[in-house]
């Protein structure tokens, strides 16, 4: 299986401590940011085939990560999560194309699906 | 003594009065008019002698006996007149000028029987006689003119004293319609005032003496409004609170969210990694699920402490502190709308005595306005300051919000007066101003429709040393 590479940006310290701790463990390359500018720099150097981003971050909103990747990574993609569930927040997310979206707490082996449906991975 | 009686009783007095002049004047009238009669007769009875007389000098004149019998019927007809009117002239010239008169004509007679008797007359009976008529006609004259004299005297006497009754009514009447109008308007300010106060939000009774009158009733209907418009307004507080509180609950459900999600993701990972977990990872997994219960519990102690009914509760304390907690209780909400909260607390400022859950209530009051008022990038800047004088701690909250429109300023602190629409209760504000009013304080706003607003609260420095509370500020007249 080809090492693929995600990114997790949420401030909540735990949230990218244990996305990454379970998915490394399946084999993927995690890299994890507490801030979305850093995040974005990152994504400049590396590539990666899938961010999981929270909605409501103190430097910049999800939404805004959410299109910057849309417009200029298209193929990158990108799954919401929120703490602050709202049904019109979604639907925003989704017509800004994004990929899926989750509600806090998450079910951890439903991401994990999620992440391999987008990456194509079903069968393995 | 209500005041429709001390109007029924005004016109009472008022038409008595008129009553009184009316009468005064007619008699005075019947008076004048009886005088004017008797100046008729006495002017016909002056005639009549007049006539007496011209025939007594054409007798002497032309020598002429014709003449007497003329005599005799004047003077037969002025013996009528003088008896039929005796009564009146006794009244209008007295009993010894009447006896006088009559001697006189009685006289006249006499000198005129003399004459008729003898035939002839000697110098001396026609001196005699002219004598006599000219007294005779004398006095009658000076009746006429005593009568026309009285007459003058009673219609100037008549009119000084209608004048001086009228005047006198007139004063009456100023009086008494001054005294009772500046009573009734004296009323009406004290209604107006208290108006006023309750159109503040402010609840107090009218105080002082209350009348039994109108007005009294409209007072006492006023004071129990207060009452009732005081326990009701303690009830909206607490509906307030709990319209608050769903505001509240968007921030609430995200701070929930995180640490529930984050105990939910440990717990999957300790399950599902449990074999490869090293034992102290294994440790510090259960530590980070305790540390999230925790961050659980004071959120939800926080939220408890909000929605609790409080009674006033004064003590000495720290603005700049509260102001942190305050922040703290809502930074959640703020983080959401991404708004952020800039403090620039001022450094050795006095402790203030005040109720420390109200003026936690009017920031948080503030805060939320002023996140409503923004959109996401906007900022909240909190400031604290001593004034010059340092007799009060300035608070300033200012946001780069959407401000308030000049003509709503006058009104923003009415009860139930809400530029949000359905949004908002429109009590924040008016509670605010009630609470920092009841802490003898000042809260005022400046604001311009597009360039943010800022809430300038005044708290006084108690002059009492920490620990007392002697001087507690009037709070417990709501």
């Avoid at chain 2, 009184?20 to 005088?35: E, P, R, T, W």
């Amino acid at each position: 299986m080809s090492a693929y590479r995600i990114m997790v940006i949420d401030d909540e310290n735990i949230v990218g401590k244990m996305i990454k701790a379970t998915f490394e463990q399946d084999g993927y390359i995690v890299e994890s940011f507490l801030n979305p500018v850093p995040a974005l720099e990152r994504m400049k150097e590396e590539k990666f085939d899938l961010v999981i981003t929270d909605l409501k971050m103190k430097d910049m909103d999800g939404m805004e990560v959410l299109q910057k990747i849309k417009s200029e990574t298209p193929e990158i993609k990108v799954i919401m999560i929120t703490a602050f569930a709202r049904l019109d927040a979604a639907v925003e997310a989704f017509r800004r194309n994004a990929n899926d979206f989750f509600a806090k707490p998450i079910k951890i082996t439903d991401l994990k699906a999620s992440v391999r449906r987008l990456l194509g991975e079903e069968e393995s | 003594m209500k005041m429709v009686h001390k109007i029924i009783l005004g016109n009472v007095l008022v038409i008595l009065f008129i009553a009184m002049g009316y009468a005064f004047s007619s008699q005075k009238f019947d008076l004048l008019q009886n005088k004017l009669n008797f100046v008729e007769v006495a002017d016909s009875l002056n005639a009549t002698l007049l006539m007496m007389r011209l025939s007594e000098k054409n007798y002497f004149l032309y020598k002429d006996a014709s003449d007497l019998p003329l005599i005799r019927t004047d003077l037969a007809k002025s013996v009528t007149a003088l008896n039929d009117e005796k009564k009146d002239m006794i009244r209008a010239i007295g009993e010894a000028n009447f006896n006088a008169l009559e001697s006189s004509l009685n006289g006249y007679e006499q000198e005129i029987a003399k004459l008729e008797e003898a035939g002839v007359y000697t110098e001396e009976m026609q001196a005699s006689l002219r004598e006599a008529g000219r007294e005779l006609r004398e006095q009658s004259a000076s009746m006429v003119r005593l009568e026309r004299e009285q007459a003058n005297n009673l219609i100037t006497d008549s009119r000084k004293a209608l004048l001086y009754f009228f005047s006198f009514i007139l004063l009456i009447a100023l009086t008494s319609t001054y005294f009772f109008f500046s009573k009734m308007f004296r009323s009406l300010r004290r209604i107006e005032k208290a108006a006023n106060s309750i159109s503040r939000g402010n609840f107090k009774k009218i105080k002082g003496k209350i009348s039994k009158d109108e007005m009294g009733s409209v007072m006492a209907a006023i004071n129990s409004m207060c009452e009732e418009l005081g326990t009701r307004h303690e009830q909206l507080i607490q509906s307030r609170k709990l319209a608050s509180m769903g505001v509240l609950t968007a921030g609430v459900a995200h701070e929930l969210g995180n640490p529930l999600n984050n105990i939910s993701m440990v717990a999957q990972n300790f399950i599902e990694l449990y074999p490869h977990l090293p034992e102290a990872e294994r440790l510090e997994y259960m530590n980070t699920v305790l540390q999230e219960c925790e961050r659980i519990r004071i959120i939800v102690q926080n939220l408890l402490d909000f929605s609790k009914p409080k009674t006033a509760d004064f003590s000495m304390a720290d603005i700049n502190g509260l102001i942190r907690h305050a922040c703290k209780l809502v930074q959640n909400m703020l983080d959401v709308s991404c708004i952020e909260c800039r403090l620039t607390l001022g450094e050795n400022l006095p402790l203030l005595l005040m109720d420390r859950n109200k003026i936690e209530e009017v920031l948080i009051n503030l805060f939320t306005n002023a996140m409503h008022a923004m959109t996401c990038g906007g900022f909240v800047s909190i400031t604290t300051s001593l004034d010059e004088k340092g007799d009060y701690v300035i608070i300033e909250v200012a946001d780069n919000g959407s401000g308030i429109s000049e003509e709503y300023l006058p009104q923003i602190f009415d009860p139930f007066f809400s530029t949000k629409g359905t949004e908002g209760t429109g009590l924040g504000l008016s509670i605010s101003y009630s609470i920092i009013k009841n802490h003898n304080g000042k809260i005022d706003v400046k604001s311009r429709e597009g360039g943010g607003t800022i809430f300038v609260i005044s708290l006084p420095v108690s002059k009492e040393r920490e620990g007392t509370d002697e001087r507690l500020p009037n709070h417990g007249d709501r």
